[in-house]
């Protein structure tokens, strides 16, 4: 398949289509199985007024509950969670370099948020803004295609502009776009490719720079 070109969704906001390997992806979902399991399962985030999280949820370098980032999950089982492993600081230099077009050899993430959604699940309109760091948002899809609904930095409303991301798809969000509200209203069942390993369900990963 011919990827679609890289696009500007806003000012600091650019979506790669297509732009991890099936290889790559098929890495991805094995080391994201592995974090699944351990040593902190995957859950339903629960939130602090009760609501629980229709994304199940599971992290590396930092622990995020609602809101903030702790190094033992202690809203789940009390241990640590993995480490974030070297060769993901180095595909999120690749992406920010694929996105931006400059070199990004001083972009280190340090936590990854690693997202699951089946058939029905889907996040709403939020920023992401416990990170003490402007440094961007590097985020990799895998599996069904979804809708994402990428807005402004002072409401939830609209402007937005809604994206299809699938299978491979990078988006990164930093400079004037980093702090904008974004979601996934709708995930598309059935749409992802089996040989990436996942058979059904949306995997997707965000990177982070805590700043902690
Ligand atoms: O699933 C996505 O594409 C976005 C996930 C997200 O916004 C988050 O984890 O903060
Ligand atoms: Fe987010």
Request: charged share 20%.
């Amino acid at each position: 398949m011919i990827p679609l070109p890289m696009r500007e969704i806003a000012p600091g906001a650019v979506h790669a289509p297509g732009w991890l390997t099936l290889d790559e992806q098929q890495h991805l979902v094995r080391a994201c199985r592995e974090w699944a399991a351990a040593p902190v399962p995957i859950r339903h985030t629960v939130l602090p007024r009760g609501g629980v999280m229709s994304v199940q949820t599971v992290c590396i370098g930092w622990h995020w509950q609602p809101y903030k980032y702790t190094r033992v999950a202690n809203d789940v089982n009390g241990l640590q969670v993995a480490d974030f492993p070297s060769w993901m600081v180095a595909l999120g230099r690749r992406a920010l370099t694929a996105a931006y077009g400059d070199p990004a050899d001083d972009y280190t993430p340090d936590t990854a948020l690693i997202n699951f959604y089946d058939g029905q699940a889907k996040m709403g309109m939020h920023q992401d803004k416990d990170e003490r760091s402007a440094a961007p948002v590097v985020s990799l899809s895998i599996g069904d295609d979804c809708l994402f609904r990428f807005g402004n930095t002072e409401t939830r409303g609209r402007p937005y502009t809604d994206v299809r991301l699938g299978s491979g798809d990078l988006f990164v969000f930093g400079g004037p776009s980093r702090f904008a509200y974004h979601g996934v209203p709708k995930v598309f069942p059935g749409t992802g490719n089996p040989a990436t390993g996942l058979t059904s369900g949306r995997l997707n990963i965000t990177m982070r720079v805590t700043g902690l």
